[in-house]
């Protein structure tokens, strides 16, 4: 079956420099490839600066790449035009990191959840109150929600007021920009289990892009590991993180803290000097990484 995302050879380059001075380009992202099966959460982690948020950004045209192609469907969303691309944003949304600057503080939630309807010309007014009402039940929040403004809700309400807008218009595709980095750990696992819960309700399909290795061994089924713009390995969530062979995923996990009572792990230190630009290469079934033969 034909994988819903698939990215191939993806380049960004931003220019880097002084005003007055020479300037340089700084490839971001570096020719990378993955796809995301419908219906998978698939992992993107790395440290900051790794480049998984302009990788994502990217596929939504939020920013133009510089080279390489992405199929959403079988179609190059490369090489649509602006209005075919706005067509199919109702197709594609993001949550973004942070709950606080993401939504407009002057405008409240129900115009917030209101407003990409109106952009797509999608309903009456009438129908798309009732839209917005039920996408706040969709999400655990009252319809009273939607007369208020966003400084008026927690940090994980507000995620939940960002999620609902990302699926105003019903996507098939999200790209979950470090959803619950910005959030109380007590109130992380809610925000994941309402993810997960809509994923299987609405059969969505994620890029979970994260750091915090142990969230995504839990829920996401494949991984690609991220350092310096490339993707150093790929497989299951099992495969990396178990039997990690690129060692710059070694150092990541080595730095995981154990729960274990008594145990520590040994860290791994690496300073990217010895890091090499390699191909990925098979090291197990449906196994990748970027290692020497």
């Known amino acids: 079956m034909m994988p819903l995302v698939d990215v191939r050879n993806l380049v960004k380059e931003f220019t880097a420099g002084r005003a007055f001075g020479p300037r340089r380009a700084v490839r971001a992202v570096d020719d990378v490839s993955f796809s995301v099966e419908r219906g998978e959460m698939f992992g993107l982690v790395g440290e900051s600066g790794s480049g998984k948020t302009t990788t994502g950004r990217c596929l939504l045209r939020l920013i133009e790449p510089t080279s390489g192609q992405m199929f959403f469907d079988g179609r190059d969303v490369c090489q649509l035009r602006p209005r075919e691309l706005r067509a199919a944003r109702r197709n594609f949304q993001i949550v973004f990191q942070d709950p606080y600057s993401s939504l407009n503080p002057r405008m409240t939630v129900g115009t917030l959840l209101e407003e990409p309807l109106i952009v797509h010309h999608i309903g009456t007014a009438g129908e798309r109150r009732a839209r917005v009402s039920r996408l706040l039940d969709l999400v655990g929040l009252p319809a009273a929600a939607a007369a208020k403004y966003p400084h008026e809700f927690s940090g994980g309400q507000r995620q939940r007021i960002g999620l609902a807008r990302a699926l105003a218009l ?80 070694q150092a990541l996990l080595s730095a995981t803290p154990s729960h274990e009572p008594g145990v520590t792990s040994q860290r791994i230190r690496y300073d990217g000097s010895s890091f090499e630009r390699l191909s990925l290469r098979e090291v197990g079934p449906g196994h990748l990484a970027a290692v020497g033969g």
């Open 170 to 249: 019903e996507p098939s595709f999200i790209v979950a920009d470090e959803p619950v980095s910005a959030l109380d750990v007590s109130i992380q696992a809610q925000v994941i289990n309402l993810l997960m819960d809509l994923q299987e309700r609405l059969h969505l399909t994620y890029l979970f892009i994260a750091h915090d290795l142990r969230l995504v061994r839990q829920v996401c089924r494949r991984v690609a590991v991220m350092y310096r713009g490339r993707i150093v390995e790929l497989g299951t969530a099992d495969q990396v993180f178990a039997h990690p062979a690129h060692a710059y995923t």
